[in-house]
């Protein structure tokens, strides 16, 4: 399916803003290398526009590719803009009340906001991770398993078996709580937990996962195991992270996006904007200068 | 993108990218006040000022040490990204350059001891004069786009190199032709070799730091290619 099967009305009426940020005139368009010009893109997405209420807007006119395979970061000051982006990617936007989102998103050519996408397929298709881990007040098996569960993943018990254990592996959790899977959940350690959930997330065989801030409750040693994860993870899925660490951010990712009042000013190759960013904005970002 | 190195939230950071450039600054107001000591001692045959360029490098090297340091310093506490990255890396480069710049001016400077007691021929003397002027005029133009990162100046200066080049070469074949007509010139003629080739050798140490600033002000590495194309790069969306 393709734009045609967008709503025009919403589409026209709303993808010109209607408040402009006070540093619009320094963002024409995203600069650096937003589209990957069709070569392995998971999701295609133009002219998003985020209101929340109808009258504040949080996105504006954002276009951006994200590829196969890649480790994608998305940084901004807080309130930029990248959290409430990374929510439209699995239609998460759709459970708060007074949320509308315009324009066109993509996952491998289908448009996500098509009368026929199931929600709940979707964010199976797409998995999400948050800032602090959530486990269900369940036993360490029956939260990995209830993904599999509710999707009818496995014919019996043994099936059900070897994907909890599978996923659990990936996690890099598998070792540590093997011994363990009838305790609950929510007594693991806090990077635990985290790896817990990114369990999870696997469990239901994903093609995209969403990572808000995923490191940012854990300590250093727990941060870099989950990193080590996600560079592991990217051999079978595409990774979209938010984060509030530019150095996570350096570390981990291909791509890196910078937003900024709603507006995503910059993608480039994580090298480049590290090194030699083409916006002023995202310079006096990751420099750390404001003014 | 305009460089600026200060306005960091932190001003104390700020405060620290700024010693660190006061340093090189200082390092290279050094290197050029012992380069042109040198030139003057071998010129004027003045084998005093010699002596004490010959003497004066520690104080160069001690500053490369200690501006190493403090770089070091900073990229660990700091974790520098972009342009304050590229300023650090830029720094860390240009001192190695200069400290060698130091070191070829303490060879002169030795060599204008030794050479203070024997006449040269008036044409070879001018030759030289010629070069170190030429060298001389190089190495400030180099500190100035340096301390303004001016990258017009920095390309002209790259660009310029070869004129040194080619004068150093026309020193060899003068000298070459001069020891061919008696033997006994051949022990002169050497140390006047010597001297050129390390006021050569400073002409490109400059191109080196002048490539430096350009990377640091566009973020793009211009060492070891065409310079028509640089020229477009560089100077075309300037």
Same mark, same amino acid.
């Given at each position: 399916?393709?734009?045609?099967?967008?709503?025009?009305?919403?589409?026209?009426?709303?993808?010109?803003?209607?408040?402009?940020?006070?540093?619009?005139?320094?963002?024409?368009?995203?600069?650096?290398?937003?589209?990957?010009?069709?070569?392995?893109?998971?999701?295609?997405?133009?002219?998003?526009?985020?209101?929340?209420? &109808?009258?504040? #807007?949080?996105?504006?006119?954002?276009?951006?590719?994200?590829?196969?395979? !890649? /480790? +994608?970061? =998305?940084?901004? *000051?807080?309130?930029?803009?990248?959290?409430?982006?990374?929510?439209?990617?699995?239609?998460?936007?759709?459970?708060?009340?007074?949320?509308?989102?315009?324009?066109?998103?993509?996952?491998?050519?289908?448009?996500?906001?098509?009368?026929?996408?199931?929600?709940?397929?979707?964010?199976?298709?797409?998995?999400?991770?948050?800032?602090?881990?959530?486990?269900?007040?369940?036993?360490?098996?029956?939260?990995?398993?209830?993904?599999?569960?509710?999707?009818?993943?496995?014919?019996?018990?043994?099936?059900?078996?070897?994907?909890?254990?599978?996923?659990?592996?990936?996690?890099?959790?598998?070792?540590?709580?093997?011994?363990?899977?009838?305790?609950?959940?929510?007594?693991?350690?806090? &990077?635990?937990? #985290?790896?817990?959930?990114?369990?999870?997330?696997?469990?239901?065989?994903? !093609? /995209? +996962?969403? =990572?808000?801030? *995923?490191?940012?409750?854990?300590?250093?040693?727990?941060?870099?195991?989950?990193?080590?994860?996600?560079?592991?993870?990217?051999?079978?899925?595409?990774?979209?992270?938010?984060?509030?660490?530019?150095?996570?951010?350096?570390?981990?990712?291909?791509?890196?996006?910078?937003?900024?009042?709603?507006?995503?000013?910059?993608?480039?190759?994580?090298?480049?904007?590290?090194?030699?960013?083409?916006?002023?904005?995202?310079?006096?970002?990751?420099?750390?200068?404001?003014? | 993108?305009?460089?600026?190195?200060?306005?960091?939230?932190?001003?104390?950071?700020?405060?620290?990218?700024?010693?660190?450039?006061?340093?090189?600054?200082?390092?290279?107001?050094?290197?050029?006040?012992?380069?042109?000591?040198?030139?003057?001692?071998?010129?004027?045959?003045?084998?005093?000022?010699?002596?004490?360029?010959?003497?004066?490098?520690?104080?160069?090297?001690?500053?490369?040490?200690?501006?190493?340091?403090?770089?070091?310093?900073?990229?660990?506490?700091?974790?520098?990204?972009?342009?304050?990255?590229?300023?650090?890396?830029?720094?860390?480069?240009?001192?190695?350059?200069?400290?060698?710049?130091?070191?070829?001016?303490?060879?002169?400077?030795?060599?204008?001891?030794?050479?203070?007691?024997?006449?040269?021929?008036?044409?070879?003397?001018?030759?030289?004069?010629?070069?170190?002027?030429?060298?001389?005029?190089?190495?400030?133009?180099?500190?100035?786009?340096?301390?303004?990162?001016?990258?017009?100046?920095?390309?002209?200066?790259?660009?310029?190199?070869?004129?040194?080049?080619?004068?150093?070469?026309?020193?060899?074949?003068?000298?070459?032709?001069?020891?061919?007509?008696?033997?006994?010139?051949?022990?002169?003629?050497?140390?006047?070799?010597?001297?050129?080739?390390?006021?050569?050798?400073?002409?490109?140490?400059?191109?080196?730091?002048?490539?430096?600033?350009?990377?640091?002000?566009?973020?793009?590495?211009?060492?070891?290619?065409?310079?028509?194309?640089?020229?477009?790069?560089?100077?075309?969306?300037?």
């Amino acid at each position: 399916m393709t734009d045609t099967t967008l709503d025009m009305s919403l589409k026209g009426t709303m993808t010109k803003p209607k408040e402009r940020s006070e540093f619009a005139h320094t963002i024409d368009g995203t600069v650096g290398k937003p589209f990957l010009d069709g070569k392995d893109t998971k999701f295609h997405c133009r002219g998003v526009n985020v209101f929340y209420n &109808g009258t504040k #807007q949080a996105i504006f006119d954002t276009s951006v590719d994200i590829g196969k395979n !890649e /480790v +994608i970061a =998305m940084i901004g *000051p807080s309130g930029c803009g990248k959290s409430t982006f990374l929510r439209c990617l699995n239609r998460m936007n759709d459970t708060i009340d007074g949320c509308l989102v315009t324009g066109t998103i993509n996952l491998d050519g289908e448009d996500i906001h098509a009368k026929a996408q199931d929600p709940v397929l979707l964010r199976a298709r797409v998995g999400m991770v948050f800032q602090k881990p959530n486990p269900f007040p369940k036993s360490i098996y029956d939260n990995v398993a209830y993904g599999p569960r509710l999707h009818g993943l496995a014919a019996n018990r043994a099936e059900l078996d070897e994907i909890v254990e599978s996923s659990l592996r990936k996690a890099g959790l598998f070792n540590e709580v093997k011994d363990r899977l009838q305790a609950p959940g929510t007594g693991l350690s806090g &990077g635990q937990q #985290q790896r817990l959930c990114i369990a999870r997330t696997i469990a239901v065989s994903p !093609e /995209v +996962i969403l =990572m808000d801030e *995923p490191t940012s409750a854990l300590d250093p040693i727990a941060t870099a195991t989950i990193e080590e994860l996600i560079d592991e993870l990217r051999q079978s899925f595409t990774i979209c992270i938010v984060t509030h660490s530019m150095q996570q951010a350096a570390r981990i990712s291909q791509r890196t996006a910078y937003f900024h009042l709603g507006y995503l000013v910059e993608v480039n190759d994580t090298k480049t904007v590290f090194t030699n960013p083409q916006h002023q904005l995202t310079e006096n970002y990751i420099t750390g200068r404001f003014g | 993108m305009p460089m600026n190195t200060n306005q960091h939230t932190s001003h104390q950071y700020n405060a620290e990218l700024e010693a660190a450039r006061n340093k090189l600054m200082t390092m290279a107001g050094l290197v050029e006040a012992q380069v042109s000591n040198a030139i003057k001692a071998l010129l004027e045959r003045d084998s005093a000022l010699g002596e004490k360029v010959a003497f004066s490098d520690y104080e160069i090297n001690t500053l490369e040490v200690a501006i190493d340091e403090q770089c070091a310093e900073i990229i660990a506490r700091r974790q520098p990204a972009a342009s304050d990255l590229r300023l650090l890396i830029t720094i860390i480069k240009v001192i190695t350059d200069l400290e060698r710049i130091g070191d070829e001016a303490e060879k002169v400077g030795r060599y204008a001891v030794e050479m203070s007691e024997s006449a040269t021929s008036g044409e070879l003397h001018g030759s030289l004069r010629h070069l170190g002027e030429h060298v001389k005029a190089m190495l400030r133009d180099t500190l100035d786009a340096l301390a303004r990162m001016d990258i017009k100046q920095a390309m002209q200066v790259v660009d310029n190199d070869h004129q040194v080049d080619a004068e150093f070469d026309s020193i060899s074949r003068q000298l070459f032709t001069r020891m061919l007509e008696d033997p006994r010139n051949i022990k002169d003629s050497l140390n006047v070799t010597w001297c050129a080739r390390s006021l050569e050798r400073i002409g490109d140490h400059c191109k080196n730091i002048c490539e430096y600033v350009i990377y640091l002000v566009k973020g793009k590495d211009v060492r070891h290619t065409n310079l028509e194309k640089v020229r477009s790069e560089i100077l075309g969306n300037n």
